[in-house]
């Protein structure tokens, strides 16, 4: 179902006047009110008359996280504080944290979009969503519930850990979706087997995962488990939180951007170069609509490619972007080859053998750089004789290094022996800074 068709199947020149009349608006809003945009434009010499149509938004400066951050706690704020309605902010694991708020408009916005998503993804009012994304300053749970409210489906707010209850719960209430992280998804499922329970026996008909990098290979995996289809869901704090974009459950072929909401523009990775058509690079997205605190031009870090034109699947006109290939910040450098996590995840789970569950460790011997892949095996393979199990390692490293070019080491680790996340998943452990 189109939640909104009149604005998600818009003909183009209408959807780029509309881009046009909201950022001419908002150029002129964080000029009157923000000094930190004031002095960004002054420095290229913009004025908000310069702004004319949304071809202009290349002549606007960029944001950057670290922008955020030097202006922690509110000085972005493009409102007083008596018309903020809701503040967040990530968990910051150095330095201070960054912090994101909400007008009581921004939230009805929010709340709109995240709609949009949950039809996109097969969810109706009938339905009963178990929301397992954290509650708290995480984005995840609240702009789902927003969502839910929107939509009219009974929301479920169990947020995400007690994973006994949980299951419980998805089994008593018969809930009909699951919102979690995709990591989440694949331990709720082995606990699930390991109470007893068999995960394709519940109700559920559809998982909307999102909050971390996951590869097609691991959605195989989830829908084979859960015998539900799995959606990708994307978003950030800075621009909403969850409900940017998110695929078509008739297609599962890019994720729709909403982008009358929020403008994408893709530049090569590290320039300020817009890319070609259809190339990868680095999506930054504008808040055209935001009131609380508008960004302009931020670079999200995160690596994707964009496809233009009418979805064939279910007929949104707003470009989708790719799944998410990693963020510009969490590419290993190992001996001068650029490597994703996202491309190991998708090598091992075209190995039968190999559980989901992998780490990658990376130490510097000498000069060197080391990666070594840490994966686990099932039961019964890890029961097998010491040979069988060197040679499954063999193949695993050959089908890495082949695919990679470059060199790692791999250790075939007992099952249930990486740790499991509720959240987002920590899949690298880089040690080359303790050697510097
Ligand atoms: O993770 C918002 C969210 C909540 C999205 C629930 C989807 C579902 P942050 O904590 O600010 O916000 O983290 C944002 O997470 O820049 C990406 O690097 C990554 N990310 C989010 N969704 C996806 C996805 C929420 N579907 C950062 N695929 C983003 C890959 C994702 N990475």
Redesign the pocket.
């Known amino acids: 179902m189109i939640w909104q068709p009149e604005i998600e199947c818009m003909e183009q020149a209408a959807l780029r006047d509309l881009q046009s009349q909201r950022l001419v608006k908002l150029v002129q809003w964080v000029n009157d009110r923000v000094p930190f945009y004031q002095a960004a434009f002054q420095q290229k010499g913009l004025t908000p008359s310069d702004i004319k149509t949304i071809d202009d938004i290349q002549r606007l400066p960029f944001t950057k996280k670290t922008d955020l951050r030097d202006n922690y706690p509110f000085k972005l704020f493009a409102v007083p504080m008596s018309e903020i309605a809701e503040i967040h902010a990530?968990s910051g694991t150095t330095g201070n944290p960054?912090v994101v708020a909400y007008t009581k408009n921004d939230i009805k916005i929010w709340g709109e979009v995240m709609a949009r998503a949950l039809a996109s993804a097969g969810a109706t009012k009938d339905d009963i969503v178990q929301n397992a994304?954290g509650y708290g300053l995480?984005?995840?749970g609240l702009?789902?519930h927003y969502g839910c409210l929107e939509l009219g489906a009974a929301v479920v707010p169990v947020s995400s850990g007690a994973t006994k209850r949980q299951l419980k719960l998805m089994e008593d209430f018969g809930s009909t979706v699951i919102?979690c992280?995709p990591s989440y998804a694949l331990f709720m499922a082995e606990e699930a087997v390991e109470m007893g329970l068999d995960p394709k026996k519940f109700k559920l008909k559809v998982g909307?995962?999102?909050?971390?990098?996951?590869t097609h290979n691991m959605r195989k995996e989830i829908e084979a488990r859960w015998d539900v289809k799995a959606i990708?869901?994307?978003?950030?704090?800075?621009i909403i939180?969850?409900?940017?974009?998110i695929e078509c459950v008739e297609g599962q072929d890019g994720?729709h951007l909403f982008s009358d909401h929020f403008y994408p523009e893709i530049i090569k990775p590290g320039t300020d170069l817009p890319a070609q058509a259809g190339e990868t690079g680095e999506l930054v997205l504008t808040t055209l609509t935001k009131e609380g605190i508008p960004l302009i031009r931020y670079r999200?870090?995160?690596i994707v490619s964009m496809i233009e034109g009418t979805c064939p699947n279910c007929g949104r006109t707003s470009p989708r972007i790719s799944?998410?290939r990693g963020?510009t910040d969490?590419m290993l450098i190992i001996r001068g080859v650029n490597v994703f996590p996202s491309q190991i995840e998708s090598v091992l789970l075209q190995i039968e053998e190999a559980e989901p569950h992998y780490l990658l460790v990376v130490n510097r011997v000498g000069s060197l750089d080391q990666l070594e892949v840490q994966v686990e095996v099932n039961e019964k393979i890890f029961s097998d004789e010491v040979k069988q199990l060197e040679t499954l390692r063999k193949r695993i490293q050959k089908e890495i290094e082949s695919t990679l070019n470059i060199v790692v080491s791999v250790k075939l680790v007992e099952p249930r022996t990486i740790e499991r996340s509720m959240g987002?998943a920590v899949r690298v452990i880089d040690n080359r800074e303790l050697y510097q």
């Not at 909307?208 to 996951?214: S, T």
């Not at 939180?241 to 974009?245: L, S």
Request: glycine share 18%; charged share 20%.
């Open positions: 990530s960054t994304y995480f984005t995840g702009g789902v919102t992280t909307i995962y999102g909050a971390e990098p996951w990708d869901i994307y978003g950030l704090s800075e939180g969850p409900g940017v974009a994720l999200t870090g995160d799944k998410v963020r969490d987002k």
